[in-house]
């Protein structure tokens, strides 16, 4: 029993490892916030406060919700359905959740889309802030470390992912492309060692300035952040498989069975294969299909005639 519950713990953390690591980003930046505005290093402030954002934002979006995945996979419905000519009835809960559908579910989708373009996009203008400043003041140490940055934030927004099973016999390339969220992890990682190298100067230079282990404190954030960032796939909805099929299945065998009960197996196979279309159910089509069809057969529906326009005329309720 306890094993069980580790490795339920374990899985929680692995299917979320963009939202977690997100999560550690935003402690880090927030103690460099705070060591930058106790110690009057406002342009430090600056920078953690702008990559507070990318780190807030991927605590927000790398890992999408149940009620989130819901409405998403009901909005593509609709659209396909619509699209294929299929009646929706209006009484229907497909219709009602995709009636809710605004511009502000395109932005949401886009976020939960790209959550770790979000982060480097982010992390990148604030490492430039970094190269700006030490060229400015001639703090080589300052530019490298924003070069840094920089450069795992490039490596994870222009490295398009290959989402292909790793393979021992995967060249280096091979292995960047598979992951490359491994590689901005990675330089993030050594820029640390510059961050815990100058926390330590801070150390031996003012001892009795406490405020030292919040650089400290940063860089155990930060490592955090990195590892689990190195662990991610670039889209947060590849990080898990446990899609809820079940209510969207259920909207769907309410709307096939309104179709007249002649064309119920062409569209049920048709719903199955749009539904396996999404990279994050891992449902085969069959058994999507075996699903639409028990709940088609075993629920009160309105069997629907089509008139000479096209449209679908429910008759009386029936049991099929």
Known sequence: MEQSVHSSAWD??????????????????????????????????????????????LAKYGEEPEEYQ????????????????????????????????????????????????????????????LVK????????????????????ALAGLLTKENKAEADPNDSLVDKIQKNPLAVSGG????NNVALAKSAWNEQQ??????????????????????????MSSKDAATEHSDVPLQEVEAMAAEVLAAQPKEQREALINMVAEHLTQDEAIDQSKEAIIAQLTSRVENRPVQVAEATHDGRLMPEPTKHI
């Open 187 to 190: 330089l993030y990682m050594l």
């Open 205 to 230: 230079r003012m001892p009795h300035n406490k405020s030292f282990m919040l650089k400290y404190g940063a860089v155990a954030a930060y490592v955090t952040a990195n590892t689990l960032l190195g």
């Open 133 to 152: 400043q030490g060229l400015q003041n001639s703090d080589r140490a300052l530019a490298a470390s924003g070069a840094l940055v920089m450069g795992g």
């Open 12 to 57: 929680s953390i692995r299917d979320a490892t963009l939202k977690y690591s997100g999560v550690a980003y935003l402690a880090a930046d927030a103690a460099l916030v705070v060591h930058g505005l106790l110690n009057k290093h406002y342009n430090s402030a600056r920078t953690g406060a702008i990559w507070g954002l990318g780190g807030l934002a």
């Open 70 to 129: 819901i409405r998403k996979l009901a909005y593509e419905l609709d659209d396909y359905l619509t699209k294929e000519g299929i009646a929706i009835p209006p009484q229907s809960q497909l219709h009602t959740v995709a009636a809710r559908k605004s511009l502000a579910h395109g932005l949401e989708k886009f976020c939960y889309d790209h959550p770790s373009e979000i982060l480097n996009t982010i992390y990148g203008l604030g490492a430039a802030f």
